[in-house]
């Protein structure tokens, strides 16, 4: 830089001295006058030639040396806000009452209890004919369900909340019990039939017919010889069957928490991979 203004101080010097000079020659007789005119032209043309050379070297020098234009520093990029997850809604199918507790067709409402005890959810109101109770698995809002309109009637309160709440059927989970499975055995499905479930068709009844809603599913077994399955489903369990299935209640509790947390695919994953209880 001052290089560039030095140059440039001595183009102005030589303009300066060209002037001085014509001030200078004019006062020469008219006789030198052409002579010195031709002269002073001719040095002027030298002048000129030199300051308009020295001042091109002063405005690449000034160029080549000035410090790189530096971009101007961008705003700083907020992250987006993250979307607020949705609801889940879980419902656990069940009869009321002390006479249908502890029994196989309950097993929907035990299913409930496990998550709420485990995830500080209180179900103490009544809402939309279900126990109902509102909390957190992680930072996921959830909505727990224990329709107490019988079993054979669940859809008229899971198809209100699902209403009044506008949740996505995908949001859904139904957990009830299946004579189809082996006992204590866990089957996480996206959607699917009622497979001959009475509270299950009523659910579909009264979501317009719809089955695309996930649903965990727990083996009861099947009734031994000829025992009437109605009469099965309202059986206690023995010592040995508690314990197996208190063990199947906490793996589903780690199903249910990863299907809110981290989606189907992985939840399905830890269903099919866990490992029964061996008494």
């Known amino acids: 830089?001052?290089?560039?203004?030095?140059?440039?101080?001595?183009?102005?010097l030589a303009t300066g001295l060209c002037c001085r000079g014509r001030c200078l020659f004019s006062s020469y007789s008219s006789v030198d006058k052409t002579l010195v005119s031709?002269?002073?032209?001719?040095?002027?043309?030298?002048?000129?030639?030199?300051?308009?050379?020295?001042y091109q070297i002063s405005c690449s020098m000034s160029t080549s040396t000035s410090p790189p234009v530096s971009p101007a520093l961008s705003a700083?990029?907020?992250?987006?806000?993250?979307?607020k997850p949705q609801p889940w809604l879980i419902v656990g199918l069940g009869n009321p009452g002390k006479r249908y507790a502890g029994t196989r067709h309950n097993?929907?409402?035990?299913?409930?209890?496990?998550?709420?005890d485990a995830e500080g959810i209180s179900?103490?109101?009544?809402?939309?004919?279900?126990?109902?109770?509102?909390?957190?698995?992680?930072?996921?809002?959830v909505m727990l369900a224990k329709p107490q309109t019988f079993m054979n009637a669940s859809g008229e309160s899971v198809g209100a909340i699902v209403s009044y709440y506008k949740i996505p059927l995908k949001q859904v989970l139904?957990?009830?019990?299946?004579?189809?499975?082996?006992?204590?055995?866990?089957?996480?499905?996206?959607?699917?039939?009622?497979?001959?479930?009475?509270?299950?068709r009523s659910i579909m009844n009264h979501l317009k017919g719809s089955r695309d809603f996930p649903r965990l599913r727990i083996g009861i077994g099947r009734p031994p010889g000829k025992m009437d399955p109605a009469s099965f489903v309202l059986r206690a369990f023995n010592r040995q069957e508690r314990e197996e299935l208190d063990f199947t209640l906490q793996n589903g509790l780690e199903a249910v928490r990863i299907l809110v947390l981290e989606g189907f695919n992985k939840s399905a994953t830890f269903v099919n991979s866990a490992k029964p209880l061996t008494v």
């Not at 179900?123 to 809002?141: L, Y």
């Open 123 to 141: 179900m103490g109101s009544v809402s939309f004919k279900a126990q109902f109770g509102k909390g957190f698995i992680g930072d996921v809002p």
């Open 174 to 200: 139904v957990v009830f019990d299946d004579l189809d499975l082996p006992f204590a055995k866990l089957r996480l499905l996206p959607k699917g039939g009622h497979g001959g479930h009475n509270g299950m």
């Open 76 to 83: 700083p990029q907020l992250e987006k806000p993250k979307p």
């Open 107 to 116: 097993v929907g409402f035990e299913m409930i209890d496990t998550i709420a």
């Open 1 to 12: 830089m001052k290089l560039a203004c030095s140059i440039s101080s001595t183009a102005s």
């Open 38 to 54: 031709s002269s002073y032209r001719r040095g002027w043309m030298s002048n000129t030639a030199t300051t308009s050379s020295l």
